[in-house]
């Protein structure tokens, strides 16, 4: 390629390097190649960089079920009307040593359940809160979506503001935080964001104009479905419960294995009643809110939350009533009992502040391939709910465990990018213990429908061999059928010392190393804490001695695994 | 795993089926016996298998002779099943214990092995041994384990192989028990297989390098027996071990008090199959007397005539009986004559007079004490009727006495010195053993009821969960004719193998359906006679108006000390 003259003249001319300054000429050239600098026979013009630069913003998101990213792709894209240049980034993709370079950084962040940041945006957040950064050049703001009905509402939005800020980042638009409804708030927050960045630039004559987020009413398809089968998959004896739900709907469900469905739980019908006996209005009183237009009924029973109210809402009936009511949280039906409506007129609107029931998430655990595309399974433990307020787990192990066969159920889908099957001729390795198997079943059936030639190894475990094995039988027929190459189980409970699917990992470490080195995609699936982090370090370690690694590049080996989506986490 | 004998179809490579020696087709079973590597199979690839609770297929075959079975909780499979769990698997393990006898220690270890690693409840069963059920895969090995330190085997309990030799249970009968019991052990001993097979896959003795001669077994060579074979050793006039229901039977001659042979008889079984006429039970035909000397000789004669020309292609039809339908009982005879190179003599005369247990206290001649308890089909466990298990335990504790077990699937609180009985009767007391013994009407301590559901694989009906309570319907209907101290033998079988011993019965219940019974009737109380299909497929109401009809014949009619069995034959059965 290049000519022999050429490379003697390069060779002359890098003899009196060190080797120090010739690996830094490396990475010098690397930098110019990387850049598109190439082919350009003028030095860098710094002056020509900065003019483009200060154009341009980095909108990163930080998302687990998705609110996040979609919110912040609608925002580059306004922004870009705007003649603004956004660079949008995963936090999970973020190099946080790119954070001095900033000039505009601008993060749309959740909060999960106990206050913590989504998982794809956990080594952003850690690297934040464990670093000591300058950043006096950084100009920022956050957006931070939340649930009220959660007690550390945004608090990763917050923490993320603070240490910006500790670290002399100048806020150039104050945190703002949104509720389930953001729509409205992210908007009003972005039109400042844009604001401050073109009066900065001043290169855009154009006025500002907010930007148009599009409200939809209903952005996710809701998908009503019948009840086909609802069982407990352990058996009598077992301290779980772990219901096999399987759903049909009247049309063509568009999922894909990895993917999760959204599903509201109704209220209790005797409770309803009450309040509706309570408060003496027509059951079929037709109340239109923002939200939703139906009876009084049908929105107490599948719209509106009435469980544990928010203290917020609990105000604006104090104020809608005008009666005195302490700041608590309490049920609808107790607070109509001890601070009456005055008649059904006012109860009409209560009705319209109350909150929409929160939608739960669940792994699918079937495949359109497999089962048709009119159906939907999930896996749901009951003890899934613990990690949840009384009220809730009252309200969801009622509604989903009691689900009569017949009974109807109101669902949407939601896309889980991330956390989807490699090609048809690639190797999976799946760690799911406990409900950790449902999307791996889902996995398995599209796998085994499709009749896809790349090899699986499931890894599965629970308390007890007899009560637990969850999906057994059609595990023994993937293994049969050759869809399942090799399957490992880790029951803790069956014998004296406990063991884990951690352990059965650790005992074919060879074996998985070789899966692994020739191409194979790792998921894992099921809790958090502590599987899902003892069965990371398991790998790191399995990556270090059969890979003959120090630590760091195991962690760097696993960190490529990601950015090939070679490593995928569903954990909760 | 070696197949060296494996024909090979040359056009299509394909293994041929295998011949026996007169060409025959073998069934399956034989090539995996053979091919089994002494037993060994792929058991400990089977045992270790995390992703069921079954074993693989061959290996299914190859557990019974290591003295398990393979089954499944029958009244969970459809549940388990709903749930997309596999059958409830679990293994039974039955003992060998020839002749039913245990030290005191031993029932201590017994009972704890039973709460460790089995639903808990101690089986006695029809061959004086004991089963534990419900022990699941993981627990076999801590189950052998556990046995083999209190020096308990499994070993040839089930199987292609001689089973648990049988011997008459009440030393206090015969002044030569001793010695007669002691052949039980001896046949046991000289009919084991020779593969060290048990201790490597179960107790992890090293497998040795290279096959030795210890391994050669010259009796079962590689191919075993072509079915289960069975020995029952009885001491006249008690035929309480039911002896003519065995392959082979010896019934002990004693002359001037001393034992100097046996009377052999050879192809008992009751095994049939429903619709399958070339199938019958039958009761051993006493071939002739051979002296103490001889015995062992052709007992293990016996064992190799029918080890080469029993039916290897028809599992059904693979018993001794059928092989004697094929040689005659005179070519059988001749045959053991050639082998053994002795003649058998002339039958000594015998009589038997009943089959049944003495229950109660009785003192042998040398001047122990033996309590014989009544157990309702074997079944030893604490419940509502009776804390019998804790009752056995805290007997055993004390090490003064042992324990024997019967073919009526009682216990013997046996061989107790005068000086430890009062010990042994204030427990007895204590626990009520004696009044529960007394308390149970003659039918019921006379009744057999073999396993059936929820665990026995073959079961078509219920036995030993149903029988207690037919028989408390079938009771008042004694009474209502005068006939409640009437010793009817009743035997009840969950289908037609005859576990329970029912065609040997005067009144024989054997399931076709579940909730259905063919009524047979006509045996003999002494077990020289089989019964007769009388009625097909009765519930329980017509097994009841049956029996009401039949008992009022026969307590009208009957002749003086005539039995239900002798008028059923002579007024239904003849006739």
């Given amino acids: 390629m290049i000519g022999d003259l050429r490379l003697k003249k390069l060779q002359e001319f890098f003899d009196s390097y060190s080797k120090e300054e010739l690996i830094w000429v490396n990475g010098y050239l690397s930098g110019l190649v990387s850049n598109g600098k190439v082919n350009s026979n003028a030095s860098v013009n710094g002056q020509d960089y900065k003019a483009v630069s200060t154009k341009k913003i980095t909108l990163a998101f930080g998302t687990e079920t998705g609110n996040s990213k979609k919110l912040a792709t609608q925002l580059a894209a306004a922004a870009k009307k705007h003649g603004v240049v956004v660079k949008l980034t995963n936090l999970s993709q973020y190099r946080v040593t790119d954070l001095p370079k900033e000039d505009f950084l601008f993060v749309v962040i959740s909060t999960q359940g106990e206050g913590e940041p989504p998982i794809p945006a ?13 950043l006096p050049n950084l100009k920022f703001s956050v957006l931070a979506l939340g649930d009220t009905s959660y007690p550390l509402f945004c608090k990763t939005g917050e923490d993320v503001d603070a240490q910006l800020l500790k670290f002399g980042a100048k806020q150039v638009v104050p945190l703002q935080k949104c509720d389930v409804d953001y729509e409205e708030d992210a908007q009003a927050w972005f039109a400042k964001v844009l604001q401050v960045v073109e009066n900065q630039t001043a290169v855009t004559p154009a006025a500002a104009e907010p930007a148009p987020v599009v409200k939809k009413a209903t952005n996710k398809k809701h998908y009503h479905g019948t009840i086909l089968t609802n069982i407990n998959l352990n058996d009598r004896g077992s301290k779980k419960a772990t219901y096999h739900i399987e759903i049909e709907a009247n049309e063509a469900i568009a999922y894909e294995p990895g993917d999760t469905i959204g599903i509201v739980p109704n209220n209790r019908a005797d409770v309803v009643d009450r309040i509706l006996s309570l408060t003496g209005i027509a059951a079929d009183k037709i109340i239109i809110t923002a939200k939703a237009e139906g009876t009084v009924r049908e929105l107490l029973l599948h719209n509106l939350n009435i469980c544990y109210l928010l203290t917020s809402t609990i105000k604006k009936y104090a104020t809608l009533t005008q009666q005195e009511i302490p700041d608590t949280r309490m049920d609808l039906v107790d607070l109509l009992r001890i601070y009456p409506v005055k008649d059904a007129d006012q109860f009409e609107d209560v009705v319209k502040i109350l909150m929409p029931i929160a939608p739960r998430l669940y792994s699918v655990s079937s495949s359109p391939a497999a089962h048709g595309e009119n159906e939907i399974h999930i896996t749901v433990a009951k003890n899934a709910f613990l990690t949840q307020d009384e009220q809730r787990f009252g309200l969801c192990s009622e509604f989903l465990g009691d689900l009569p066969v017949g009974s109807s159920i109101t669902f949407y889908v939601h896309k889980d990018k991330n956390f989807k099957l490699p090609a048809a001729d690639k190797d999976v390795i799946m760690i799911g213990p406990g409900t950790g198997v449902a999307p791996f079943r889902s996995f398995l059936a599209e796998r085994d429908a499709t009749g896809a030639n790349g090899r699986n190894w499931f890894f599965f475990g629970e308390q007890h061999f007899t009560t637990d094995f969850l999906y057994q039988t059609e595990m023994q027929n993937y293994v049969e059928t050759g869809v399942l190459t090799k399957i490992d189980l880790a029951f803790s409970r069956d014998q004296q010392e406990k063991v884990y699917v951690q352990h059965r990992i650790k005992e074919k470490a060879v074996e998985f190393f070789q899966w692994i080195d020739g191409g194979a995609s790792v998921y894992i699936s099921g809790t958090k804490d502590p599987m899902s982090k003892d069965v990371e370090q398991t790998l790191l370690q399995i990556i270090e001695e059969q890979g003959k690694k120090t630590r760091e590049e195991a962690q760097q080996y696993l960190e490529l695994l990601k950015k090939e989506g070679r490593y995928e986490k569903d954990v909760y | 795993m070696s197949e060296q004998n494996q024909n090979i179809d040359e056009e299509l490579g394909l293994p041929l089926p ?3 020696n007169k060409g025959e087709v073998l069934s399956p079973v034989e090539r995996i016996k053979t091919a089994s590597d002494g037993l060994r199979g792929t058991l400990k690839e089977s045992l270790t298998s995390q992703l069921t609770g079954a074993l693989y297929e061959d290996d299914q075959s190859l557990i019974k002779f290591h003295g398990m079975y393979q089954q499944d909780d029958r009244d969970r499979r459809e549940e388990r099943t709903a749930k997309k769990l596999e059958w409830l698997f679990s293994y039974m393990i039955r003992l060998r214990l020839p002749g039913g006898f245990l030290t005191p220690e031993q029932w201590v270890a017994l009972h704890e092995v039973a709460g460790k690693h089995s639903t808990g409840t101690i089986k006695i069963t029809t061959r004086q041994t004991v ?18 330190l209190a020096k308990l085997d499994s070993i040839a309990a089930c199987g292609d192989v001689n089973r648990n030799v049988t011997c008459s249970a009440h030393p206090n009968e015969s002044e030569i028990h001793e010695e007669v019991f002691a052949f039980a052990d001896k046949i046991s001993v000289m009919a084991l297989p020779k593969t060290r097979s ?15 001669e210890t391994e050669d077994d010259p009796l079962y060579q590689d191919r075993y027996l072509p079915r289960k074979f069975k020995i029952g050793i009885a001491i006249p006039p008690n035929n309480d071990v039911d002896v003519l229901t065995n392959d082979v039977g010896l019934i002990a001659v004693i002359e001037n008090n001393k034992l100097i042979g046996f009377n052999i008889a050879a192809g008992g079984g009751l095994s049939s199959t429903h619709g399958n006429p070339n199938t019958y039970a039958r009761l051993a035909t006493v071939l002739g007397f051979v002296t103490v000397e001889q015995t062992l000789k052709a007992v293990y004669e016996v064992i190799t005539t029918q080890r080469d020309y029993g039916n290897r292609s028809d599992r059904k039809l693979a018993r001794l009986k059928y092989t004697i339908d094929r040689l005659t009982v005179e070519g059988l005879k001749e045959e053991l004559e050639k082998r053994c190179g002795f003649k058998l003599a002339e039958i000594k005369p015998y009589r038997f ?35 019998m298990k804790t009752a056995l335990l805290e007997i055993a504790k004390t090490g003064k006495a042992n324990f024997r077990f019967t073919g009526n699937q009682n216990v013997i609180i046996a061989d107790v010195m005068e000086a430890d009985k009062p010990a042994i009767e204030k427990l007895v007391k204590e626990f009520k053993l ?11 301590k006379n009744a057999i009821a073999c396993v059936a559901f929820n665990t026995c694989p ?30 009817i033998i009743l035997r009840m079988t969950g289908c037609p193998n005859g576990c329970g011993r029912s065609p040997a019965a005067e009144i024989g219940f054997v399931g076709t359906a579940y909730g259905q019974y063919n009524l047979h009737i006509g045996g003999d109380r002494e077990g020289e006679r089989l019964n007769t299909k009388y009625k097909d497929n009765l519930n329980e109401e017509e097994i009841l108006t049956t029996l009401d009809e039949l008992f009022e014949v026969y307590a009208k009619e009957r002749n003086s000390g005539e039995t239900f069995g002798d008028f059923s034959q002579r007024k239904w059965i003849l006739n």
Avoid: M
Wanted: with cysteine.
């Fill in chain 2, 198 to 212: 048990y201790y490597e896959i179960w107790l992890d003795e090293e497998k040795l390098a290279e096959k030795t």
């Fill in chain 2, 131 to 148: 089963q534990l059920h419900g022990i699941l895969k993981s627990h076999i090995k801590p189950t052998i384990s556990d046995f083999n």
């Fill in chain 2, 458 to 487: 073959l079961a078509l009906a219920e036995a030993q969960r149903y029988l207690p309570t037919l028989i408390d319907k079938i009771e008042p209907l004694l009474a209502k004719h005068g006939l409640q101290d009437d010793e």
């Fill in chain 2, 434 to 444: 004696d009044e529960h013994t007394a308390n149970a009407g003659a039918l019921r």
């Fill in chain 1, 122 to 134: 956990k080594k952003f957040c850690d690297y934040i809160h464990e670093n000591e950064l300058s």
């Fill in chain 2, 353 to 387: 007079t009943s089959r049944k247990d003495h229950y109660g206290w009785k003192k042998n001649h040398q001047g122990k004490w033996y309590f014989t308890l009544f157990l309702e089909n074997g079944r030893v466990l604490d419940d509502e009727l009776g804390a």
């Fill in chain 2, 18 to 20: 295998r011949r026996g």
